[in-house]
């Protein structure tokens, strides 16, 4: 499914459905050169979208209870931290390059929006107030913008489909 180079680019991320017994996305990591993939999450599902700048961590959107947060977890394993606890489905989330925030987008408010929260789940900021569906913000390496998609208002807040047209934005 998902697949992200961490920072330093000697190891990826990747999530992936084939080995857990329900048919459920899992995260997994492994060096770049290849190898045995290490199993990193044990609860499903979990899908990849970053590295923590100093590749300490991984942050990911975790199907839990019924509700789509936002997690992370230290790449060796252990107990995942939940950042995100509002209802809606909150996905997409990516440190910016200094590690101090992390990026992501929420349905929370009835339309799939680009929000902004510090690195332990403090201060969650809504930063895109439009009528579009706006989706996985990537942060630009100067830390000054971010790029992301669009979907137009016809299409459910909480669907990504990959057929859809979208717009790409700064």
Excluded: C
Aim: zero cysteines; a negative charge; proline letters at 6%.
């Amino acid at each position: 499914n998902d697949h992200v180079l961490s920072f330093d680019g000697k190891q990826i991320g990747i999530s992936d459905h084939t080995e857990d017994a329900n048919g459920q996305s899992l995260i997994y990591i492994l060096p770049i050169t290849g190898g045995n993939p290490k199993q990193i999450t044990k609860l499903s599902p979990s899908y990849l979208h970053g590295w923590s700048p100093d590749n300490k961590f991984l942050i990911y959107t975790g199907g839990r209870n019924n509700d789509f947060y936002i997690y992370k977890i230290a790449i060796d394993g252990g107990k995942e931290e939940q950042l995100t606890t509002t209802k809606g489905l909150d996905d997409g989330p990516e440190y910016s390059p200094d590690g101090k925030y992390i990026y992501f987008n929420s349905s929370r408010t009835g339309t799939m929006q680009i929000w902004r929260m510090e690195s332990d789940g403090k201060n969650q900021t809504q930063l895109t107030f439009d009528e579009y569906n706006d989706w996985f913000p990537h942060v630009s390496p100067d830390n000054k913008s971010l790029v992301f998609i669009s979907f137009p208002k016809e299409v459910e807040a909480d669907k990504h489909p990959f057929y859809e047209q979208v717009y790409i934005r700064i």
